[in-house]
C-alpha cells in the first residue's frame, strides 16, 4: 500500500541546463510482446538536459519496458527514440543481477570503462582511477575490495551508478532503484541523485513510491502502456490522471483543502 501524503510547494531539485534540443525524444512509440500484445503505445515525450524524471505506473505498465527499449535492448515496433550524442549510463533491476558473480566492487564499475580501455586490454593506471573516483562519488570507496554480493540492496545500488559515472554517462537511467531497500538506504541513495543532478546529470527512473516522484523530481511521466500524462508534478498530481493511471486500486479524498491518496500496488519489482 503506497500514500500520498500532504505535498508541499514543488520545485525543481536543480536548475535545468538550457541547450538547444533534448538530451532524449520519443516519439510516436510502441512496443510489442512476443505474443504481438502491446507493452507501449504511441508514446511520445521529450527530456532536456539537466532534468529528473520520475515514471510511475501500475504493475504491467510497461515502465521497465520503456527503459529498456530506449537503451536497445528491445526492439521498436513502430515510431523513434532519438538519443542525445552523450553516454548513457543503465541500472537494470536489483534482481536482474547474478550477485554471486565473484567480482570485486572495484571490477564491476571498472566495467564502465571497457569503451576508454578497449576489448582484451589491460586497464590502465588512469583506468582504475576513474573507476576510484566514481565509486567515491558515491560513497562507497571504503567498499572497494569486496565481493559485489556481500553489500546490502542500497550499496549495490551505488555500485551500479558508479558504473555508469565510470563510463561518463550525462544521463542516468535506473529501474526501480528503491525498490526492496530500507528507509535509510533509499534517502541515501536519494542524496547520492540528488548530488548528481546538481552536478548536471539528466536523470530518469522508475518508481513506485509516489511520494519520492511527486516531491524529489523535476518532472513526472505517468505510464500505463500509453502516456498518461508527462508534466511538473503539479499537474500530473490530480485525481483525473491518477484515477486514469490506477483504476479502482485508487481512492482520494479531500481534508482541509489537500487531497489524499491511496493507491493499493503490492508488488514494487514489476511493470
Not at 527514440?81 to 564491476?108: C, K, M
Not at 576489448?119 to 582511477?129: C, D, G, H, N, T
Amino acid at each position: 500500500m503506497y500514500a500520498l501524503k500532504d505535498l508541499p510547494a514543488i520545485t525543481p531539485v536543480a536548475p535545468i541546463t538550457a541547450l538547444p534540443r533534448p538530451i532524449l525524444e520519443v516519439e510516436q512509440l510502441s512496443v510489442y510482446y512476443r505474443e504481438g500484445e502491446p507493452a507501449l503505445c504511441d508514446m511520445s515525450f521529450a527530456v532536456e538536459p539537466g532534468e529528473s524524471l520520475a515514471i510511475i505506473g501500475p504493475n504491467g505498465a510497461g515502465k521497465s519496458t520503456l527503459l529498456k527499449t530506449i537503451m536497445g535492448l528491445l526492439p521498436v515496433a513502430t515510431g523513434s527514440i532519438r538519443l542525445a550524442n552523450t553516454n548513457t549510463g543503465y541500472v537494470p533491476q536489483h534482481e536482474s543481477i547474478d550477485w554471486d558473480f565473484p567480482i570485486t566492487v572495484r571490477e564491476v564499475v571498472l566495467m564502465g570503462r571497457t569503451r576508454q580501455i578497449g576489448w582484451l586490454r589491460r586497464a590502465s593506471k588512469l583506468e582504475w582511477q576513474a573507476a576510484d573516483a566514481a565509486l567515491d562519488r558515491v560513497g562507497m570507496a571504503d567498499f572497494a575490495g569486496r565481493q559485489i554480493g556481500e553489500l546490502s540492496g542500497g550499496q549495490r545500488r551505488r555500485v551500479f551508478i558508479a558504473r555508469a559515472l565510470a563510463q561518463e554517462a550525462r544521463l542516468l537511467l535506473l529501474d526501480e532503484p528503491f525498490s526492496g531497500v530500507d528507509a535509510g538506504a533509499q534517502d541515501g541513495l536519494m542524496q547520492v541523485l540528488d548530488r548528481l543532478h546538481a552536478d548536471g546529470l539528466t536523470i530518469l527512473l522508475t518508481t513506485h513510491d509516489l511520494n519520492l516522484a511527486f516531491q524529489r523530481f523535476d518532472r513526472v511521466l505517468a505510464l500505463n502502456r500509453k502516456l498518461i500524462a508527462c508534466g511538473l508534478p503539479s499537474e500530473v498530481y490530480r485525481p483525473g490522471v491518477l484515477s486514469q493511471l490506477y483504476g479502482g486500486r485508487l481512492a482520494t479524498w479531500q481534508d482541509h483543502g489537500q487531497m489524499h491518496v491511496f493507491v493499493d500496488d503490492h508488488c514494487a519489482d514489476c511493470g
